[in-house]
């Protein structure tokens, strides 16, 4: 018995040691809506198509996570510009900010690859209060901002596997997911 589950220990810290590269490899676009009214929830998809509009080229031609990170950094301005302009085209006053940083996010389906659990370094707009349900996509590789985008060229093998074979993988991002949660809740507690 003890084999067993030192084997699946084993098992899930190099599935996990993955799951960090991927995360380490993945930057986000992620836009909390001011509130969930339908109003609000409108706004929010109209200020991701103003962005991904606005900003969409600069990250397609990142060719590296870190470019990609660089270039975030750089068009935070635009990005608030874009979104400010957005919400008061459309006849609201909310204020906007925009940061890069880590979001926590569960494990995420998106056109055939699965994401998993846990910390990723993202671009968060947040809309007047930031209190309503969020958007993501991903950013880079540029799977929001272009449908045909090479995520195999731009990641691992095995980071390619864990992604597109979500349902070989189903028990072991649940997993994850706990531990993500546990984690999360343990550093909540310090």
Same mark, same amino acid.
């Given at each position: ?62 060719s590296t996570y870190e470019e990609a990170v660089a270039a975030a950094?750089?068009?935070? !301005?635009? $990005?608030?510009? %874009? =979104?400010?302009?957005? @919400? ?7 204020? &906007? ?43 880079? !590789?540029? $799977?929001?901002? %272009? =449908?045909?985008?090479? @995520? ?7 980071? &390619? ?30």
């Amino acid at each position: 018995m003890c084999l067993v589950v030192l084997a699946c220990l084993v098992s899930m810290s190099r599935f996990n040691n993955c799951c960090d590269e991927i995360k380490s490899d993945v930057l986000r676009l992620h836009i909390l809506a001011n509130s969930d009214s339908d109003e609000d929830q409108n706004l929010k998809l109209l200020v991701r198509d103003r962005i991904l509009s606005d900003t969409g080229e600069v990250f397609s031609q990142a060719s590296t996570y870190e470019e990609a990170v660089a270039a975030a950094q750089k068009s935070l !301005p635009k $990005i608030i510009e %874009s =979104a400010r302009d957005e @919400i008061v085209r459309n006849g609201y006053d909310y204020t &906007v900010s925009a940061k890069l940083d880590y979001a926590d996010f569960n494990t995420r389906h998106y056109d055939g690859y699965t994401l998993p659990a846990g910390d990723y370094m993202a671009v968060n707009i947040y809309i007047g209060e930031g209190e309503g349900h969020n958007w993501w996509c991903v950013m880079y !590789p540029s $799977i929001c901002v %272009s =449908a045909s985008a090479d @995520i195999d060229s731009k990641m691992s093998s095995d980071e &390619v596997d864990v992604i597109k074979n979500y349902d070989k993988f189903k028990v072991k991002f649940k997993l994850l997911e706990w531990y993500e949660e546990l984690k999360s809740n343990f550093t909540l507690q310090k």
